[in-house]
């Protein structure tokens, strides 16, 4: 079983930027890769995804702000976030999908606050 494990968390003034990482123990190719978030009291939330093709899709509350990446040389992927806002805070997860094969893999989490 492949494990992700995220980097890049902290905590940074609203308008700032952080660059979280979702790191694999082996190939990420196949894998549909996507960040979730989650906030206390307050739903899972999808916030992007990117395909085995490249292929980005945001959350309208992120769109502009942040961008998602992937190196599958490095097994890895990654979610540039600028513009930062306090309602941007949560635990940030990592989720790793291949939906005909049944694998659904999940990070444990980084936090991420934005205040000032």
């Known amino acids: 079983q492949v494990q992700f494990v995220e980097s890049g968390g902290g905590s940074v003034q609203p308008g700032g930027s952080l660059r979280l990482s979702c790191a694999a123990s082996?190939?990420?190719?196949?894998?549909?890769m996507g960040w979730f978030r989650q906030a206390p009291g307050k739903k899972h939330e999808l916030v992007a995804t990117v395909t085995s093709g490249d292929s980005a899709y945001y959350a309208d509350s992120v769109k502009g702000r942040f961008t998602i990446s992937r190196d599958n040389a490095a097994n890895t992927a990654y979610l540039q976030m600028n513009s930062l806002k306090p309602e941007d805070t949560a635990v940030y997860y990592c989720?790793?999908?291949?939906?005909?094969?049944?694998?659904?893999?999940w990070g444990r989490g980084t936090q991420v606050t934005v205040s000032s």
């Open positions: 989720n790793a999908k291949v939906v005909s094969l049944g694998r659904d893999y």
């Open positions: 082996g190939s990420i190719f196949l894998y549909a």
